[in-house]
């Protein structure tokens, strides 16, 4: 079967099978990376353990979003 026969076929699906058919295809292009997530583990632990040790450098919510609220 062609692209071209597929798409057609495809237009005349319900509104829900081809909502179906998009989120599948999205979903595809988001498989995870084992590599990454290793790596992200291993930061997100050391992290943590620097937070838990009192080593880590943080920033209060102040800080970070300013008191109030301010448009720009």
């Known amino acids: ?3 071209t026969e597929i798409i057609e076929e495809a237009l005349h699906l319900s509104p829900q099978e081809r909502y179906i058919i998009i989120e599948s ?4 292009f988001n498989k995870p990376d084992e ?6 583990i291993e930061e997100s632990k ?4 620097a ?6 450098k943080t920033v209060s ?3 970070v979003f300013g008191k109030g ?3 720009f």
């Not at 295809?25 to 595809?28: A, D, F, I, R």
């Not at 590599?35 to 992200?40: H, V």
């Not at 050391?46 to 353990?49: E, P, Q, V």
């Open 61 to 63: 919510y102040e800080q």
């Open 35 to 40: 590599e990454i997530d290793k790596i992200w």
């Open 25 to 28: 295809l999205v979903q595809s």
């Open 1 to 3: 079967m062609h692209l």
């Open 69 to 71: 609220t301010t448009r």
């Open 51 to 56: 937070y838990l040790e009192g080593t880590a």
């Open 46 to 49: 050391k992290r943590l353990k």
